[in-house]
């Protein structure tokens, strides 16, 4: 794994101000989970129309910049999607989207977000 | 002196691995230890001459085997200044020796009847969970806490009563690197009647240990700590108490007769040693403790001190670094977050320059509680390491501060 790539400014900086962080008092859908592994923590919060489409995402959360970017770059791509679509999502879509090279024992705190969104949806991961 | 503890680096061929175009720098010993040559060696020269099954076989065979296995205990007994050979079982690790201490004790004292079991908050889980089964059986867990500093707040030996039945501590916490004052615990112990278990993973490994002059009842410890092999660790406890507490496991060689509905057990320690045991892995502890000795345990600690020494200059230095546990009197391992980084991240940045350093909760979660953190990064140092490897955490430091800009 390229450390320059994993920890790159453009990262960092996702990292620093990520996107959709927070609550949603009125979620229709929500669902918190953790990694035993290192205490990472995530709350996910969504509101869907009548479509079952996702008209807005937050999620809330301490851990590692892994965990944190892959959730700020996971809520800003299903945003818009249909829950079905976003039960359709594959682990190996999440790393790409993360655009780093994660190692095998990292790969856990960048699928936490998934695994918190499929939850609320209903879905176990 | 130095120029022994270079040549020593040489008897462990895994230091020389090169990971991302660095040197190895092995910072997580107490985790595990490498192996160093002579241990292989043995390992596989017992394989290749003496193999067979122990205490069954009436063939030369494996009566060789059976005495390299007794003469690996006896070797053992010798290490730790105990009584007797019967008192060492041969276990897995300080996980199994824990539970077995547990199990067994427990159902010896707890057949029943109600009683308190004293631990600390900075243990690791296997010195937590074990006792947690026998709450079923009428047990009472209670937590001695810490001072802030990480030093153990002795003024739990006050709550010892005729109550306690068990009181169980780390010899050496694996985060906090506290060594607590085991003779001073052990005094209160005895005189309200209750048992001392000491759980010596990371104490055993790095200074000289004689249970007699410990005065506790138990110690545990893992060969892969020291040396040694994975699989391969050590129950030690009083015979008398060995001989009243019923079997762990049962099975093969732990029976003196067996019926249809009952069994008796064999004599020590073969009672407490169901199955086929680890015993490759007996003899490889036997030679990690030659090893250990050629070098000499009191050498080993000095030379943990001075490296212990240059680390604390580095973390006294370091701004916006929070160091867990006290200044003075700890062992060789530095637990620490890194302002807002998050301690897998601090990891990962470290193993870019080749560090290899633990990040997590290190089976402590009650501890991590106790700090309100949910992970911390740990670099813990053996013998083998240089001042070179010690001084790479400063860089490691640097570096995590120039990424998170923290």
Not at chain 1, 76 to 93: C, F, Q, S, T, Y
Not at chain 2, 69 to 92: C, H, M, W
Not at chain 2, 292 to 321: A, C, P
Request: charged share 25%; aromatic share 8%.
């Amino acid at each position: 794994m390229s450390f320059d790539e994993l920890y790159s400014e453009i990262f960092m900086e996702i990292y620093d101000h990520p996107h959709n962080f927070g609550t949603i008092e009125s979620a229709d859908l929500k669902s918190e989970d953790s990694n035993p592994l290192c205490g990472d923590k995530i709350n996910i919060y969504i509101k869907i129309d009548e479509n079952r489409r996702i008209t807005d995402v937050k999620f809330t959360g301490k851990g590692c910049a892994i965990s944190m970017v892959s959730a700020s770059m996971l809520t800003d791509k299903i945003k818009g999607m249909r829950i079905e679509e976003v039960l359709a999502i594959k682990p190996e879509e999440v790393i790409e989207l993360l655009k780093v090279p994660v190692g095998s024992t990292r790969v856990k705190c960048a699928l936490l977000p998934l695994a918190v969104i499929r939850k609320a949806t209903g879905i176990n991961p | 002196m130095s120029d022994i503890w270079e040549s020593i680096r040489n008897d462990f061929p895994i230091l020389n691995r090169r990971f991302n175009g660095n040197r190895l720098i092995y910072l997580d010993n107490a985790a595990t230890t490498q192996i160093p040559e002579y241990v292989l060696d043995g390992l596989m020269e017992f394989y290749k001459n003496s193999n067979a099954n122990v205490h069954r076989g009436v063939y030369a065979l494996s009566e060789e085997a059976t005495d390299r296995y007794e003469k690996a205990r006896e070797t053992v007994r010798s290490f730790i200044g105990a009584n007797r050979p019967e008192e060492i079982l041969f276990v897995r690790g300080s996980t199994e020796g824990l539970n077995l201490i547990a199990s067994s004790l427990g159902k010896y004292l707890f057949n029943g009847k109600k009683g308190g079991i004293i631990t600390t908050i900075m243990e690791h889980h296997s010195n937590i969970v074990p006792w947690q089964f026998l709450q079923e059986s009428g047990a009472e867990l209670i937590f001695a806490d810490i001072h802030d500093d990480g030093t153990l707040d002795y003024s739990f030996l006050d709550m010892i009563d005729e109550n306690t039945k068990i009181v169980t501590v780390t010899g050496t916490s694996n985060v906090l690197g506290v060594i607590p004052d085991i003779k001073k615990i052990a005094r209160k112990v005895h005189d309200a009647g209750a048992y001392l278990v000491v759980d010596g993973a990371q104490l055993v490994p790095h200074k000289e240990v004689n249970v007699n002059d410990l005065e506790c009842d138990f110690l545990v410890f893992s060969g892969h700590k020291m040396v040694a092999p994975t699989g391969i660790g050590v129950v030690w406890g009083k015979y008398d108490l060995l001989e009243k507490i019923p079997p762990y496991m049962g099975g093969g060689d732990m029976i003196k007769e067996v019926h249809k509905y009952n069994a008796t057990w064999n004599d020590l320690p073969q009672k407490f040693e169901a199955g086929t045991t680890n015993i490759a892995g007996a003899i490889a502890l036997e030679k990690a403790i030659q090893y250990l000795k050629k070098i000499g345990m009191n050498k080993i600690e000095e030379r943990e001190h001075t490296l212990t020494k240059m680390g604390m200059e580095i973390f006294d230095r370091m701004k916006n670094v929070t160091l867990y546990g006290p200044h003075e009197n700890r062992a060789s391992l530095f637990s620490f977050n890194i302002g807002r980084a998050h301690a897998h991240d601090v990891a990962s940045i470290f193993d870019s320059l080749g560090i290899a350093i633990r990040a997590g909760h290190h089976c402590a979660q009650p501890l991590m509680e106790r700090y309100n953190v949910t992970a911390m990064a740990r670099a813990s140092l053996y013998f083998y390491n240089s001042e070179e490897d010690v001084a790479m955490i400063e860089k490691g430091i640097e570096k995590v501060k120039q990424v998170f800009r923290t």
